[in-house]
């Protein structure tokens, strides 16, 4: 029976602090190794740990050096699967604090600077027709802190103003009126004080 063999041994969530991570799409954009709205990356793997996590049936693979003084280095892909029943905890913690990212803002941790990355990884054995085996990583926990420059850590207080439904900016006494450039009277203008 396919999948009896597979089924028999759990493996444990695999749970990696300050590791390093590569080719992020948290956004789902499609690539040349993605198709639309796959969301994944890849988490770099200690050498020490590669031949036991191979024999395991995880897919882990070798980028090669660049020059001869570097080592290779050995990584994984994580799924990160929004349409579970359990979705994965995405946390981005910055110097203001920790913020739960939604999934339309998933994509701004692509180009983010990373300081540290702390994860929790859930281990899905699967098996082909052909007998074939493996385990994929789906990503169940994730908390990403982000490398502030000395600005945005000088910023870091000041509020941050929404804009509202009629275009103006909220919070201050004299908030902006977004124009198109021309006020009431048909003058130019940049933006309007009221």
């Known amino acids: 029976m396919v999948g009896s063999a597979v089924a028999k041994t759990r493996l444990p969530n695999l749970m990696y602090e300050g590791r390093r991570i590569l080719f ?7 690539g040349r190794f993605n198709a639309e709205g796959e969301r994944n990356f890849c988490v770099v793997i200690d050498p020490s740990e590669v031949e036991q996590m191979r024999a395991d049936g995880w897919n882990v693979k070798e980028l090669a050096a660049r020059n001869e003084d570097e080592d290779p280095l ?3 892909k994580v799924k990160v699967n929004l349409k579970s029943h359990r979705p994965p905890t995405i946390v981005m913690v910055t110097s203001r604090g920790r913020t739960n990212v939604p999934e339309e803002l998933l994509g701004i941790l692509d180009w983010a600077d990373i300081a540290n990355v702390d994860m929790s990884i859930n281990p899905s054995r699967w098996e082909m027709p052909s007998g074939k085996t493996g385990v994929t990583g789906y990503l169940k926990t994730i908390f990403i802190t982000i490398e502030e420059d000395r600005i945005e850590r000088k910023y870091a207080d000041v509020p941050d103003y929404a804009m509202n439904s009629i275009g103006e900016l909220e919070g201050g ?3 902006l009126k977004i124009t198109d450039g021309n006020n009431d009277e048909g003058e130019y203008v ?3 004080e009221h």
């Open 173 to 175: 006494d004299a908030p």
């Open 190 to 192: 940049d933006f309007e």
């Open 74 to 76: 050995f990584y994984m």
């Open 24 to 30: 992020r799409n948290f956004g789902g954009v499609a």
